[in-house]
């Protein structure tokens, strides 16, 4: 990874009087922090060093954090919700906060209900929560975890 960051240091340098944009978008409105999402070490340089702006959404909502909570990136969202005071609350374009797109990861969802006091009630524009996104996946071990520590009320209905 530490190439890669050499490689996109002298990128964002100012060659011949051409700087490249950092809010340049590919056709999922990503910017390349989004893209860079899986390595921390890029992640903090585009942050601190080119000032690129972690709430910048793709065309779906998605921030860097929605993107970092979908791939279990702990490290990342760590970085991203301690350092930068990122808002938990954010919603992509369906309602659904970090929490909802975390789902398939058992140690992030600790970490944002546990440390974070993520509200595991908050619904998305269908009215889901968290449980009926892991119950929709099958995702045992994130129900159990809910219901057994959190004692969520399985009456609990959505909009459907």
């Given at each position: 990874?530490?190439?890669?960051?050499?490689?996109?240091?002298c990128?964002?340098?100012?060659?011949?009087?051409?700087i490249l944009d950092k809010q340049y978008r590919d056709k999922n409105g990503q910017t390349v922090l989004h893209c860079a999402i899986k390595h921390i070490d890029?992640?903090?340089?585009?942050?601190?060093?080119?000032?690129?702006?972690?709430?910048?959404?793709?065309?779906?909502?998605n921030t860097v954090l929605h993107h970092a909570a979908r791939e279990g990136l702990l490290d990342v969202m760590k970085y991203l919700i301690n350092t930068h005071h990122y808002n938990l609350m954010t919603t992509n374009d369906k309602g659904e906060t970090a929490l909802h797109l975390a789902v398939k990861h058992i140690d992030v969802v600790k970490y944002l209900i546990n440390e974070c006091d993520c509200d595991i009630m908050t619904r998305d524009k269908y009215g889901n929560t968290f449980l009926h996104h892991a119950a929709s996946e099958g995702l045992l071990d994130v129900m159990k975890y809910l219901i057994n520590t959190h004692h969520y009320n399985l009456m609990t209905t959505n909009n459907k």
């Open positions: 990874s530490q190439g890669l960051l050499d490689v996109l240091k990128m964002f340098m100012n060659i011949n009087h051409h890029v992640v903090k340089y585009l942050i601190n060093e080119c000032d690129c702006d972690i709430m910048t959404p793709d065309k779906y909502g």
